[in-house]
């Protein structure tokens, strides 16, 4: 698929591609942990996860079926326990489990050397696992549940890494050396992190087919989902554009069509304290425009209000040879970000 991308004056095609999807972490808080896999068995029911490696006859195994990934969730920073997040123990064998199969799972860090995103171990009393698994006879599976607690103690700057292994199995089954161990990196959203509609307003470059003062809403995704703001620390968000799969600075063409500005991918940065919008950055390489974002010192009340979580935002898209476009944002809540 190809969507409309702005481009030198003129509309061009640029692939659809999928935003990026990073790991990071809250003030009020919301924990990360997100998707890497390995692994390559073909085998229909391995690759949706109903069991862990391609099975063979004979074979009496028990693996880790997600083994191997560092998973993603978002959770409310705070202390009661939240979860359960899953992840399941399968038996690997041609048959359903012939009896019940028992074993234990322990807490085992050594995987998260695997995940250089991860800054340290998630502290001790900030978590639990179930310890223990029964896959029963006649099934292929067993779920187990990973928990957060205490989480308004963690630190918003840092991403938490916790690992969990298939340690034990009775009944003389194998455990897979590569199928017993899988990662949760954990970072905390900040208050500002979430999905928004979008109603945008820009001036300044209708000679370049660009909208002139009129206000648009931006188009949503198939699931809804139009404008995120994922975060970058403890007061900064990311732009993230679900109707497109990018990161790119949302905008209408002068024919009040949707499309995006290549190149231009806003940081949005707040003071903590007063939640005044304080700095737009250009978080994309420069592609010889010299395109960069930067405050509009006309408009003084660019801000986050906390009572309605809506983000008002007056800043400046600036290129060599052009005027600087006028971008005039109204981001109100819509849900939580994924």
Not at 59 to 83: E, F, H, L, Y
Not at 192 to 220: F, H, K, Q
């Amino acid at each position: 698929m190809y969507l409309p991308t702005e481009s030198s004056g003129t509309l061009t095609n640029q692939p659809k591609i999928q935003a990026m999807k990073k790991i990071l972490i809250s003030s009020i808080a919301f924990l990360g942990l997100g998707v890497l896999s390995t692994g390559c068995l073909k085998d229909k029911g391995f690759e949706n996860n109903e069991y862990g490696y391609q099975q063979v006859e004979d074979t009496r195994a028990v693996a880790m079926a997600q083994a191997n990934t560092a998973r993603n969730i978002s959770i409310k920073a705070v202390d009661p326990d939240q979860g359960p997040y899953s992840f399941y123990i399968t038996y690997e064998g041609p048959t359903l489990a012939p009896a019940d199969i028992t074993g234990t799972i322990v807490v085992d860090n050594s995987i998260l050397s695997q995940f250089p995103g991860i800054d340290q171990e998630l502290p001790a009393g900030t978590y639990r696992v179930d310890p223990t698994f029964t896959i029963k006879a006649g099934e292929r599976a067993d779920t187990v549940n990973v928990y957060i607690q205490n989480a308004s103690a963690l630190d918003a700057s840092v991403v938490y890494g916790l690992g969990v292994k298939l340690n034990t199995v009775d009944g003389g089954y194998a455990i897979p050396a590569n199928l017993r161990s899988l990662a949760f990196s954990l970072g905390v959203k900040n208050k500002y992190d979430g999905v928004y509609d979008l109603a945008i307003l820009t001036r300044g470059w209708a000679a370049y087919g660009i909208s002139e003062n009129v206000s648009n809403i931006y188009p949503a995704d198939d699931d809804g989902k139009s404008i995120g703001m994922e975060s970058r620390g403890p007061n900064a968000v990311a732009l993230i554009n679900y109707w497109a799969e990018t990161n790119l600075q949302p905008g209408f063409t002068d024919a009040q069509s949707p499309t995006q500005f290549g190149a231009a991918e806003p940081l949005f940065t707040f003071n903590p304290v007063t939640d005044a919008l304080v700095d737009v950055t250009n978080l994309a390489p420069d592609d010889g425009r010299g395109r960069a974002f930067a405050m509009n010192p006309a408009v003084t009340t660019s801000r986050f209000d906390p009572a309605t979580r809506t983000i008002y935002a007056a800043y400046l898209l600036k290129q060599n040879g052009r005027p600087d476009l006028q971008i005039f944002d109204t981001l109100t809540f819509h849900s939580e970000r994924p």
